[in-house]
């Protein structure tokens, strides 16, 4: 077995002589056998040796085979499974002093002192209690005799990292645990489909979710599920919430809505620390409405399923920091628990992170809601905020004198642009403003295309890919700002948002630099990124791409199964034009051996490794071959050239199939994460455009997610951000993660 792919350099080995111990206990997550399988594969391209611990703590603890070596063959068909393949359980013996004992000779008879431990705050507890007991269990081993003094002395500390799996992202200091992104994706398929029969009954639905101390998935899925309202564990409802639900939902019904849809996370209590049931919300809702409602407890389906594809690429690139972790600590350091904040991993001193996660609880005890909320940081607060002006709106009929703001979508067509529509116009109507639709792009500007858009009329756009407004990938000549202008003029519109991708950046660039040569072309405009390319300026996440990249990975999980039976390599195009995001990252997600990047670039000495390397490893054994191409990755060495130049050179080992994945990725109904970032983004849009309001100024801004944060920026930086050869920005943090790539994708020979 080579140690990095063909044509790339070797890795230094750090682990050589060193052994690594794994364990997932607790709940089980999605995402854990990703995790698992980088722990292995990152290790053995390092140069150690990776021992599974079986059940958790207590196979630690019973030893033989429980703890048994994985190489990297044994983790080939894992990164798509749910749950966790060796296993966990909640450990008792573990609990106890002569438990550990019993755990750290079966470890040291394997020549163990670094551990990957992937579970919840108790079993991240638990580890930091055997790391500080570990000089004294030595002690004592030697004492009785179970060791030697030698192996005492050649394994003077225990070495750890811990990753989180958690399906309610409990922990404090992370944006995301491991898992938590799918039950997300669980929880919204449910209100999804539920919304359909409730509809046809006219029914209203309440859904149980789990969370006994944490309300990320209640609060996040009644966002992203459209529901009218929810009840979580850290902001307890006044008194009276009952009259004031049983109002939202009836607002709805009177504005056309045939559905009602509660959301009760099963840790949910009111201000005096009574439980709130979904049962209790069922019947208040028939006792005060007398209509037809059911409960719908989600349960363990929430842990269970595919892991989506942020629960692949993401614990991929944790499980590969673990291991870089345990393999450069020395003995007196204290092991962290690893984690994302914005997109960066971050390293979390375990005992701090358990702390603050179990402070949690204990403020809501105490009936300390604020500092609950405070504690989940600024994204929960303000998706509260958020939630609650959608479902109890300031105003839905604008005052005569409301600001016209229009909304206009521009560039390629990415899921979840209807979903920034329809939150931008109802959180407009709440803060008292007339929205106005632009259809079919910057021509329908042109031409006076534009009609008003209230309440009712996006009551289905949540759901629904596509743009319903029209879009086109049109940037204005300069000839044309005149009539723009004039139809700006004519339909008062105020401040423009546009919601889309390059194009649309361009031409409001375009509008707001020639903005002193047309009467009414000085108004403000905000650019919200919208593609699925994810290669817009400001933003290291698009609308859109979240989507896309989870219909790329379904796509090669099922591309991957036809080729089970026989010797296949599969060579997968991907979009993306001149940025190799979906590529990367659906390489990571779906398992490929190999990525074709522009950023990159490809060379004939490359593809020469890559042919022998391939030859050798099917003459070896292998039976499957994934590569990905990103579509503009090289104009000359197409994905047909690729897929003809490996059956050519194949000599009849395997043969090659080409498959271009196209539009299917602009289509289908955005993921829970895109509605999310749909509506944060433009919430911050509606912000900055009433700021320029406010202060009567005409200032343009382009806005992203930076770092977990939504910020904006002035348009006159725009290009700056830019490399407009390619159209992509000049700096894309994801790139970070191609060693990760290299150090997971099977390089067997």
Not at 11 to 32: C, V
Not at 379 to 393: M, N, Y
Not at 712 to 719: A, T
Request: charged fraction near 25%; glycine fraction near 12%.
């Amino acid at each position: 077995m080579t140690s990095d792919l063909p044509g790339t350099a070797a890795p230094e080995q750090i682990g050589a002589g060193k052994r690594i111990g794994i364990l997932t206990s607790g709940g089980d997550a999605q995402g854990m056998n990703a995790a698992v399988r980088a722990v292995v594969r990152t290790a053995v391209s390092l140069g150690a040796r990776v021992y599974a611990v079986y059940e958790g703590y207590q196979g630690m603890v019973d030893g033989g085979t429980g703890i048994r070596e994985l190489a990297w063959d044994n983790v080939g068909s894992i990164l798509g499974k749910g749950g966790t393949i060796i296993g966990t359980f909640r450990s008792k013996d573990f609990r106890e002093y002569d438990g550990r004992k019993r755990a750290a000779a079966n470890l040291l008879e394997h020549g163990i002192d670094r551990l990957i431990v992937i579970g919840g705050d108790g079993s991240l507890s638990g580890l930091d209690q055997f790391r500080a007991e570990w000089t004294q269990i030595l002690t004592d081993l030697v004492a009785s005799k179970d060791i030697t003094q030698e192996t005492a002395d050649a394994h003077p500390a225990l070495m750890f990292a811990g990753l989180v799996g958690s399906i309610d992202n409990d922990l404090v200091g992370t944006d995301m645990t491991i898992g938590a992104d799918t039950a997300l994706h669980r929880i919204v398929d449910a209100i999804d489909a539920l919304s359909s029969t409730a509809a046809s009954h006219q029914r209203s639905f309440v859904v149980e979710v789990m969370g006994r101390h944490c309300g990320y998935l209640g609060l996040m899925s009644a966002i992203a599920g459209g529901c009218d309202y929810v009840l979580v564990p850290e902001n307890p409802p006044e008194e009276g919430w009952e009259e004031r639900m049983c109002h939202a939902l009836a607002r709805g019904r009177a504005g056309g809505r045939r559905d009602s849809m509660v959301v009760v996370a099963e840790g949910a209590c009111d201000r005096n620390g009574q439980p709130i049931t979904s049962e209790y919300v069922r019947k208040v809702i028939e006792d005060n409405l007398h209509e037809d409602a059911r409960v719908t407890i989600l349960g363990h389906v929430q842990r269970g399923g595919v892991p989506s594809a942020y629960d692949r690429w993401a614990s991929t690139w944790l499980g590969y920091e673990a291991v870089r972790e345990v393999l450069s600590a020395e003995p007196g350091t204290t092991g962290p628990v690893i984690g994302f904040r914005g997109n960066r991993v971050t390293r979390v001193p375990l005992v701090e992170a358990v702390a603050n996660t179990r402070k949690v609880p204990e403020l809501i005890a105490s009936g300390d809601y604020a500092g609950a909320m405070a504690m989940r940081g600024g994204s929960f607060t303000e998706a509260a905020q958020i939630l609650a002006e959608l479902v109890e709106p300031s105003r839905v009929d604008a005052p005569e004198e409301s600001k016209r703001i229009a909304i206009i979508h521009a560039g390629g067509l990415a899921p979840g642009m209807n979903a920034a529509a329809r939150d931008a116009v109802r959180l407009g109507i709440s803060r008292g403003h007339t929205m106005l639709g632009v259809h079919n792009g910057f021509p329908g500007l042109r031409d006076g295309d534009i009609g008003e858009l209230e309440w009712g009329d996006v009551e289905n756009w949540l759901t629904d890919g596509g743009a319903d407004l029209g879009l086109r990938r049109t940037v204005p000549s300069v000839e044309e700002l005149y009539r723009i202008s004039r139809s700006i003029e004519d339909h008062r519109i105020d401040a423009l948002l546009m919601i889309g991708g390059w194009n649309g950046y361009q031409a409001a660039e375009l509008l707001h630099r020639e903005r002193a040569k047309f009467p009414a072309g000085g108004l403000p405009i905000v650019c919200v990124p919208a593609s699925i390319d994810n290669n817009l300026p400001g933003s290291e996440l698009a609308i859109g791409a979240d989507t896309a990249l989870n219909v790329i990975t379904e796509a090669i999980d099922r591309i991957k199964m036809s080729g089970s039976a026989s010797k296949r390599a599969f060579v997968v195009e991907t979009m993306g034009r001149w940025c190799g995001y979906l590529a990367l990252m659906g390489g990571l997600a779906g398992g490929a051996e190999r990525v074709y990047l522009h950023e990159e670039g490809i060379s004939l000495d490359d593809l020469s490794a890559d042919v022998e390397w391939l030859r050798n490893s099917f003459a070896s054994g292998r039976k499957l071959f994934l590569a990905v191409r990103n579509e503009n990755a090289n104009a000359l060495y197409t994905t047909d050239f690729l897929a003809r130049l490996l059956e050519q050179e194949g000599r009849n080992l395997y043969d090659v199939r080409q498959n271009v994945l196209g539009h299917i990725q602009q289509g289908g109904c955005p993921t829970a994460f895109d509605r999310l970032l749909a509506v944060r983004l433009v919430s911050r849009a509606l912000d900055v455009i009433n700021a320029e309001f406010t202060a009567g100024t005409r200032n343009s801004w382009y806005l992203g997610l930076v770092q977990s944060k939504v910020t904006s920026f002035p348009m006159e930086h725009m290009l700056d951000e830019m490399d407009l050869r390619y159209n992509r920005p000049k700096e894309q943090w994801w790139l970070a993660l191609r060693p990760v790539l290299k150090a997971v994708a099977d390089a067997t020979s």
